[in-house]
């Protein structure tokens, strides 16, 4: 008995042995670096306006990093941030526009993208002409070895973007409806009282504060005592609205829905972005 287990102890120790010698060399995986991408940027011949909307006003492209590995040229996925400034920031705006693009070497912009870009991310004036700078850094996994381009740029000007509602061709504004203490405009002339007209904050933007009655109706009208045009919501059956305010229109079906309880409301209209709110105080 004893000599058989020193047999199978032997045959174990000369096992793990021959396996321990047999054992791969692990290949490890390091980064090796990569080359900056090179940006270059095409103007279309159409400018940044409202004419030209929907169409392609600039196009960059940039070239392939080529991040390299230990085991050569990485076929890993590689993600792209633009990034959008006016020049002389040098991107250190708390406001620059930043755009993430996955593989593709290339993106273009349409004249609304850049307008919005303009606008409503770097804060720039309509009408005046500003100098925009462009860049790309590329990165791996986790933002990981990050390499920046070069930078170019491109002079656009903003425009306008017409309001979603046409403003009171009157320029002014009046409440009329069963929610004001006036009631129902009779019409024919015959109007509201004067504390139902809105007071007039520029031309796309007016605002009234007054009582309003509780599970009432109202409706805006751009001339005091005549039917003929109004301001109203869309079919509220199968467009729900908020009494708390909401999209409105030119000429639509729909009274505006009054609040649940009696009070004091400040009501603001937004003809630019076609949205009122009825506020209590």
Not at 67 to 78: A, E, L, P
Not at 123 to 129: H, K
Request: proline share 5%; aromatic share 10%.
């Amino acid at each position: 008995m004893k000599k058989t287990i020193l047999r199978l102890s032997t045959l174990i120790l000369f096992t793990s042995f021959i396996l321990g010698g047999c054992k791969k060399d692990e290949t490890k995986l390091y980064f090796t670096g990569g080359t900056a991408p090179v940006l270059s940027a095409t103007a279309a011949s159409d400018t940044v306006s409202y004419l030209n909307a929907d169409k392609t006003v600039l196009t960059l492209n940039w070239t392939n990093p080529n991040y390299t590995f230990t085991t050569g040229v990485s076929s890993i996925d590689v993600a792209y941030n633009i990034q959008i400034d006016t020049v002389g920031s040098n991107f250190t705006n708390p406001a620059k526009k930043e755009i993430t693009v996955s593989k593709d070497l290339t993106y273009s912009f349409k004249a609304t993208d850049l307008n919005d870009i303009m606008q409503n991310q770097l804060n720039l004036a309509a009408g005046m002409a500003h100098n925009l700078e462009f860049r790309v850094i590329s990165y791996l996994t986790n933002n990981s070895a990050q390499l920046t381009s070069n930078s170019v740029q491109y002079i656009a000007t903003p425009y306008v973007i017409p309001p979603k509602v046409p403003p009171s061709p009157s320029g002014e504004l009046y409440i009329t409806g069963s929610a004001t203490d006036g009631g129902w405009m009779v019409g024919g002339g015959v109007g509201v009282p004067a504390n139902q007209q809105f007071t007039k904050i520029d031309d796309l933007h007016y605002t009234i504060t007054l009582h309003l009655n509780a599970g009432q109706e109202f409706l805006f009208i751009p001339v005091n005592g005549d039917w003929g045009n109004k301001y109203a919501c869309k079919n509220t059956v199968d467009h729900p609205q908020p009494k708390t305010g909401g999209d409105f229109g030119y000429n639509l079906s729909d009274n505006f829905p009054g609040p649940d309880a009696d009070g004091t409301y400040k009501i603001d209209v937004d003809f630019q972005k076609g949205k009122y709110t009825v506020t209590k105080q």
